[in-house]
């Protein structure tokens, strides 16, 4: 096994072609349900991410990450009832209003730390949800949330199928895939692992956290927003359930579960939060209590996640 | 004009005064010393210098700019007003220039960099990306350079790497390159945060006990590299506790006390002056 994993890592680019291959062909033989299965993989592996700019490479704590997930889905939803603005049109600002947000919550409290930042991330999490419950502006259409929304029509043809929804979501997971290992490896990624590392080194370096922080917030929220925009596309009813703190949870997870600022990470923790459940849906409750006692062993056996990136493995070991 | 000029520097935390009512001022291409006992507020000075504190009184100025002054314990005020920056009135954003102080990044866009007396690299990157974290104030890419990678910023990211090679070079740590930086030898840990803040051209370089846990054959070379240094056009302002160093390399030397300056001179001064020799120098056979 470790002998393959070596091999497969030498021949980068037949491995990478081989996965998207996989991806390709894997819905085929399924039927309808388990292809639904994997469009919600494919959202939430974007919504890891996406988040993942912010909890991993950045180091910033972020509890409210469904807020912004729920903001995309509800300006593509709104955009569509109330001006029948085709749906592909509203995604470009669904990403804006979700960023922009990112930006107004973001910029008054980059200076917090660590624990300090996710309560108020928390915070605004449940606020966004309690503005959607109660019906905020009456446009929102409270606990009950909107419906009637337009089918997606893409370059002509309707979506219909859960088939072309798994391919509509896979277009986009490897867009932001290669965009995401782009900043990774960019002048802007470096400075998210400078602050990581030591926020005042980095600091007296000349890089301005306060720019870098932000770009990972508002990266990260707009790449949220977008995973509400798809999610819309495929289900024609918004609802404030979109923003409840566990789904910010689950993201959260999702990030740490895998290997915190890990790409493959990511794709673990989906696999792990969102799949395997989904699959084992016929063990009921029991799945949850399953879940539970699984994340506990991990975060006392390995707390550095699945598949972590090799550097914060170290940075993780060595506190020990 | 002198390169960087400290006026009636002060800074209080809480009851303590660490700095009290400091000046002096660093010339254009000088190795200053500045040296005193452990708590005399050195480190502190350097802190106020490079923004990670505000002073309590008192005013810096790097090469013509106000660095760092204290109207009115300026944080306390601007917190609440940052917006004043984007009012589109001339007055209004003249008036918010001078209310704010600089912050850390500002003041090494201003050239002036630093080391830190316990060793602060980024541990689990390469000796590479660290000293790349030099260049980072000289280069401009952001989100779209990253993710659409245009000519200009290949360029510019080559141009990162081979500036960073250049200084692990002259520092000489070309064959650790790759190596993560907390698996170098201390000293060599110390020579790549050097390496770092020259990578980021500063016109004055700042180091903060740079022979401390230095063996001798290791002082003996970190001296040699302050030299060049300073002769490749670079002011030097160090603290050091090593008299070999200090007294061999600076020519000029401020001696501190619990916060107050009480000497300023050359070594051979410095080492007369019967106010040093009683505050720090007493018990050496200076």
Known sequence: MGNLMERLRRIPLAWQVGLLA????????????????LWRTGIYAILGLSLNIIVGYAGLFQLGHAAFYALGAYTSALLNLHFHIPLVLTWPISILVAAFFGYLISRPILHLRGDYLCIVTIAFGEVVRLALVNNIFGITGGANGLSGIDQTVLFGITLRSPLHHYYLVLFF???TLLAVRRLENSRLGRAWMYIREDETAAEAMGVDTTWAKLLAFVLGSGWAGLAGALYVARIPVVSPDLARFIESVVMFCIVVLGGTGSIPGVFVGTLGMITLPEIFRFLKTWRDAWMGVAMV???????????????????????? | MALLEIR???KQFGGLTAVDHISFSVEEGEILGLIGPNG???TTIFNLITGIHTPTEGEIFFNGHRIAHSPLGARKIITPVWWLQWVPVQSVRERWDQLRTLRPHEITELGIARTFQTIRLFKNMTVLENVMAGVHRRTRAGVWGAIFRPPAQRKEEAFIVKEAEQYIHFMGLAEYRDELAKNLPYGHQRRLEVAR??????????LDEPAGGLNEQETLELMDLIRQIRDSGITVLLIEHDMKVVMGICERIVVLDYGKKIAEGTPEEVQRNPRVIQAYLGEEEM
């Open chain 1, 22 to 37: 996989l991806a390709i062909l894997l819905p085929l033989p399924l039927n309808d349900y388990y292809r639904a299965v």
């Open chain 1, 173 to 175: 997971l490897v867009m």
């Open chain 1, 297 to 320: 062993t991990m975060m006392i056996a390995r707390p550095e996640g699945l598949w972590p990136s090799r550097r914060i493995r170290m940075e993780i070991r060595e506190e020990e």
């Open chain 2, 8 to 10: 009636n520097l002060t």
């Open chain 2, 40 to 42: 005399a507020g050195k």
């Open chain 2, 197 to 206: 803040a020259l990578a980021a051209r500063p016109r004055l370089l700042i």
